[in-house]
């Protein structure tokens, strides 16, 4: 298994442009974690899914990100419209079984910078 | 609301030295704790969590539910130790809390 696979790895866009990462979870696992990585604020969860529906989106930081699991091996985030501010790692991470218990596993994660 | 804690942005330490990276939690339920590690150019990856009680790598760390605390420590630190650690916590719903991390550097 190649483990939990992000796309684009880097992506370059300048701000008021509509961007989407992407995610494939490890097969067989029934959750899937965003996060976001910067030097100032760490690592922060952005939204979690259970077996394909959002469970908490609290840490989705505005209107203008948007996250999407259409089914168990594929997932989104869009930003529109992009903002320097958005500039970050944004990882993405699956697990399985019962969720407070098991490891999450990472992706590379995919480095954003928006001009 | 839930919070983790590390106090120290950067820690350095020699080869052979003991080493502490401190994590304080915030959580009114019971917690479930991890250690998570980034090393140079890898994936995130679990360390060690509380509910095993056990040693990875040489690495140890104990819930103190009086102090809120779970502290990671190591006796001996090594080169191959240096890396970002990340303090989580996970609360009963699967919501996943990491503290900001810790660059340990640990030097010849």
């Known amino acids: 298994d190649a483990g939990v696979i992000q796309s684009p790895r880097h992506e370059v866009t300048e701000m008021g442009q509509e961007v989407t990462l992407r995610c494939k979870p490890i097969s067989g696992h029934n959750s899937l974690f965003w996060y976001r990585q910067t030097m100032m604020r760490g690592l922060e969860l952005l939204i979690y899914?259970?077996?394909?529906?959002?469970?908490?989106d609290s840490g989705m930081p505005e209107d203008r990100f948007s996250a999407k699991m259409p089914n168990a091996s594929f997932s989104t985030l869009k930003i529109q419209p992009s903002e320097p501010r958005d500039s970050a790692v944004y990882f993405c991470a699956s697990s399985s079984g019962q969720l407070s218990y098991n490891e999450q596993f990472f992706g590379p994660g995919t480095r954003l910078t928006v001009l | 609301a839930q919070r983790v804690t590390q106090p120290e942005k950067l820690l350095s330490v020699f080869k052979g030295a003991p080493v502490e990276l401190k994590c304080n939690y915030s959580?009114?339920?019971?917690?479930?704790l991890f250690w998570y590690v980034q090393y140079s150019r890898q994936r995130l990856q679990l360390l060690l969590r509380h509910i095993s009680r056990e040693s990875i790598k040489g690495f140890t760390a104990d819930l103190n539910k009086g102090e809120t605390s779970f502290h990671l420590k190591k006796p001996f630190a090594q080169e191959e130790d240096s890396a970002m650690y990340y303090c989580?916590?996970?609360?009963?719903?699967?919501?996943?809390?990491f503290g900001d991390g810790t660059t340990l550097t640990v030097k010849p």
């Open positions: 959580y009114s339920g019971s917690p479930e």
């Open positions: 899914f259970n077996n394909n529906v959002p469970i908490d």
């Open positions: 989580a916590l996970f609360s009963n719903a699967g919501k996943s809390t």
